[in-house]
């Protein structure tokens, strides 16, 4: 019954590695989101998608690469991992991307680069 | 720039208490405002919303206060219980660059210690 579901939910990996996080919501919303969370807890949007389109993508290195490959679905993949991509990584999604839509997030990816 | 903070870091109370969590916000232009829940291991939870044409909204033991004039959100919650213990954020709907879509910009989050 998960609205929002993400996996793993901690993954933990060697500088320069590549890895993916995978999201998908089954509450028939148009539109997802990625957000980061560093260990102050500061939370920032990344990327949104409405309808397997890219709407925003907020000065995100290019080694995050988003990708959907259906409206239910948004994956995150990270070439070259470094350090300081060690963070918590929220998926969420909305009904679409006007201003009063409630985002629902997923419980998180804790991401360790070591 | 866009920036949404809060005044206090963290704040304890007593189970039965009233809290308060204020944010200060910087774009006079923002007007939508929502404040979500962090439990420990999840993800934010919306708890209430505001539009920047109400200057209050109450909600099931929780009470949001905006003043546009100073650019200030406050959050109360009545008779705080143990459950209440949570990272709470502010957050605004900001558009994104060229217009179109909006985008969520959070504040700062502010740790919750409710004692027994």
């Known amino acids: 019954d998960t609205a929002v579901s993400q996996t793993p939910k901690y993954l933990v990996t060697q500088m320069g590695n590549d890895k993916s996080i995978k999201c998908e919501q089954n509450?028939?919303?148009?539109?997802m989101y990625w957000y980061k969370q560093d260990s102050k807890k500061f939370l920032k949007i990344m990327f949104s998608?409405?309808?397997?389109?890219?709407?925003i993508n907020e000065t995100v290195p290019n080694r995050f690469s988003p990708k959907s490959p259906d409206k239910a679905h948004l994956n995150l993949h990270i070439n070259s991992l470094e350090l300081g991509d060690s963070a918590v990584y929220f998926c969420?999604?909305?009904?679409?991307?006007?201003?009063?839509?409630?985002?629902?997030f997923g419980p998180g990816t804790r991401l360790t680069v070591l | 720039g866009e920036s949404v903070g809060l005044h206090l870091p963290t704040l304890s109370v007593q189970e039965g208490d009233n809290s308060i969590i204020n944010c200060a916000y910087s774009?006079?232009?923002?007007?939508?405002f929502i404040w979500y829940k962090q439990e420990s291991g999840k993800g934010p939870q919306f708890i209430i919303d505001?539009?920047?044409?109400?200057d209050k909204r109450q909600g099931q033991r929780v009470t949001v206060l905006l003043n546009k004039t100073v650019k200030h959100l406050s959050l109360q919650i009545a008779a705080t219980q143990p459950g209440d213990s949570a990272v709470y954020f502010c957050?605004?709907?900001?558009?994104?660059?060229?217009?179109?879509?909006?985008?969520?910009?959070f504040g700062k989050g502010m740790k919750l210690t409710v004692n027994p």
């Open positions: 969420a999604s909305s009904r679409g991307t006007s201003e009063y839509n409630e985002q629902f």
């Open positions: 509450l028939g919303h148009d539109t």
């Open positions: 998608y409405n309808n397997k389109e890219l709407i």
């Open positions: 774009n006079s232009a923002s007007d939508y």
């Open positions: 505001i539009r920047s044409n109400m």
């Open positions: 957050a605004e709907k900001s558009r994104y660059r060229w217009g179109g879509s909006e985008k969520l910009v």
